[in-house]
């Protein structure tokens, strides 16, 4: 009797604490924070560095895939971005500060590509895009397609020359405040074009890159004077920093906070972070496509975006309305959001990564299942793609 209540518990214990493979890069489930202390924010963050609205192919490891299963399994792609996006309207409605990182107007890309990125940019109604270099080049061509511009550029330090003004004409601005469930959020928007280099360069013959941290340090003094109670700064800068993330939480919907290790000391954004006193900048979103770096660097919050069109960036943002201040441990970056078209239904996502822990699981799991697909599902709503981007996108793969 002894034995028999005890493999009973043993295989209770078992049963209970038995977990299928995580979930990569998926946030499937939607809890509403109730709380009336606190206001909760969604920044979500794009990025189309590579200048081509297009879908993206995941491979599937060969060991995995039967007679007839696909060899990759598609993710990203205007239709699906749109659908997350209004996913994250739905959900957060004026609360949701939607970014892009900026460098989606490629210059190496036909204008036609290039039309349509702005055409589809400006669908999404974005908050704020980062006027970068790639964006100087096609408008400095053209100044009346500048002013007629209709999406909202945040460009804080890129200055003409001739003019000894910033370009900043049309919908693009120095800077910028948003009034998002009654805080006011404060834009600023930097690029540092490897500065000393940018003589050399005949795209930029008249322009001039201002230093970084002068300029964010002038406008956040001034959206303060303006009752910005978070600032948030988009920026381009150069670094070979790290983030230092356990295993475990690369795949969690509630990661913990990772720490930032730059190896250099010349390298941009730790100069840049040395330079501004700490508790100044509450978040920065920063356009790298070197490394995803994803937790504090000198008391910042810092987040890069992927330079793919089939992620996205977000950061939960808990704001005390007592307090007047953020609350970070309760705050959370999360790890990239890939944007899928489908979910393998034994995983609940749609990525396949052979270096990942208990990737031996996974892919028993979806051999077994014979990769049977399901409807992707994001924050509680099933995903479908916004079929409306095809009206007016000449170009759309």
Known sequence: MIRLSLFILVFLVSTCTKKGPSRLYSLPEWKEETSSNYQRLMVAISNNEEGQLRTELAPIPKNIIKPGNPSS????????????VSILRKRFGERLILLDSGRFLKKSVNKEDQNAMLKFYDHLNYDGVLFTEEEVIRFLSNEEELISNKIPFIN???????TKKLLTKGKVTSSKILLKDGLKIGLIGLTSYEGRKVLSH????GIYFEKPAVT???????LKKKGADIIILMASLKTECESKLPPKTLNSPRPNWAKIYCKNNKDDLLRFLKRIPRGSLDLLVLTNSDSQLRGYLLDTPVISTPP???FLRMV???YDKNEKK????????????????????????????TNFPGYKERARLLKSTALQLMPAIFLGHEVKPDLSVNSFLPIVR
Do not use: R, V
Not at 73 to 84: A, H, Q, R
Not at 156 to 162: D, G, P, R, T
Not at 216 to 222: A, G, P, T, V
């Open 73 to 84: 399994i598609e993710y990203g792609g205007p239709s699906f971005l749109s659908s997350y």
């Open 156 to 162: 804080s330090n890129i200055i003409n020359l001739k």
């Open 202 to 205: 005949d795209y930029f013959k």
């Open 216 to 222: 964010f340090l002038e406008y956040k003094n001034y």
């Open 308 to 310: 793919s069109s089939g």
């Open 316 to 318: 939960e943002i808990f």
């Open 326 to 353: 953020l609350i970070w441990d309760k705050s959370l970056l999360h790890p990239k959001i890939q944007l899928c078209q489908n979910f393998f239904k034994a995983t609940s996502d749609c990525h396949i990564n």
